[in-house]
């Protein structure tokens, strides 16, 4: 089992920016994709960025390229999503994810762990 808990929401301005974190626990994570998920109101949940946790190129979807990066502290097994030049459609609730292989996805459905999720909102 693995266990996800998100942390860094907030309100912030347009333009600003927000770091979230995902602290790991439970089995070992070497053959493990993580990833950043976010759900808007009224809209789907879609993925945002996602990498191997042991190492691998990020992937990204196309509205947060240049402007969020997804990075790995393998000490203390915490992932993070730096958000920066927010907008206010990035405003969702942002959940943590992972799955056991060596191989991105940007399926919801291939994730099996998920966190409880933490609220992003962007003010105009």
């Known amino acids: 089992q693995v266990q996800l808990v998100e942390s860094g929401g907030g309100l912030v301005q347009a333009g600003g920016s927000l770091r979230l974190s995902c602290a790991h626990s439970?089995?070992?994570?070497?053959?493990?994709?993580t990833g950043w998920f976010r759900q808007a109101p009224g809209k789907e949940r879609e993925f945002v960025a996602a990498?191997?946790?042991?190492?691998?190129?990020?992937k990204y979807a196309d509205s947060v390229k240049g402007r969020f990066t997804i990075s790995i502290d393998v000490a203390t097994n915490t992932m993070y999503l730096q958000m920066n030049n927010l907008k206010p459609e990035d405003t969702a609730v942002y959940y943590c994810a992972a799955r056991n292989s060596m191989q991105v996805s940007e399926a919801e459905v291939s994730y099996r762990y998920w966190g409880q999720g933490t609220q992003v909102t962007v003010s105009s």
């Open positions: 990498r191997t946790w042991s190492v691998g190129i990020p």
């Open positions: 439970g089995r070992t994570l070497s053959n493990l994709v």
